[in-house]
């Protein structure tokens, strides 16, 4: 079940990335949801989940997106699996965590991104404040509500899953 209701998640998100989002555009930079979505998903089921959701959602981008596959599924299973890490010790109420990671994974993803594509032009400082700094921050400031619609989704899934198993 949650198998199916994250991949239909993934599928809406890259739907409404690759359509709607664009339209939300703020001086030519739209918030990257999938990254979101990836990041929230792991802190509240852990590594392993957040690093394979990743990379199916990494891979799909990929295949529509890319020349070559792997980039985006590399760099969303590793943000996926480090994002997961504080799983065992945080509070799933805490926004602070979410807000925190998402910079960090961002500025990260933006940098590794840059230097695989880019790095040989020599233009970082222009890249940094055209593109990383204010998708950073666009990002970022959609943590929290995209968090908590990961964590009604995942309270729900949850839910169900508890009431088909039948213990005890």
Request: glycine share 6%; proline share 3%; aromatic share 20%.
């Amino acid at each position: 079940m949650r198998a199916v209701v994250m991949g239909l998640v993934v599928y809406i998100n890259f739907l409404l990335q690759t359509t709607f989002i664009h339209h939300a555009a703020i001086l030519n930079v739209v918030p990257i949801t999938s990254v979101l979505i990836i990041i929230s998903y792991a802190i509240l089921r852990g590594d392993v989940e957040g690093a394979i959701l990743g990379f199916f959602a990494g891979l799909l981008q990929d295949i529509f997106f890319m020349d070559y596959l792997g980039l985006y599924a590399l760099l969303f299973a590793v943000t996926g699996y480090f994002c997961g890490k504080p799983y065992k010790d945080f509070f799933t109420d805490n926004f602070i965590l979410p807000v925190s990671l998402t910079l960090f994974a961002m500025m990260a993803y933006e940098c590794v991104f840059y230097f695989v594509n880019f790095s040989l032009q020599g233009r970082l400082w222009d890249y940094f404040k055209i593109i990383i700094l204010p998708e950073t921050i666009y990002t970022t400031l959609l943590a929290v509500p995209v968090y908590r619609l990961m964590f009604w989704i995942n309270k729900r899934i949850e839910g169900y899953e508890r009431g088909r198993r039948k213990l005890f």
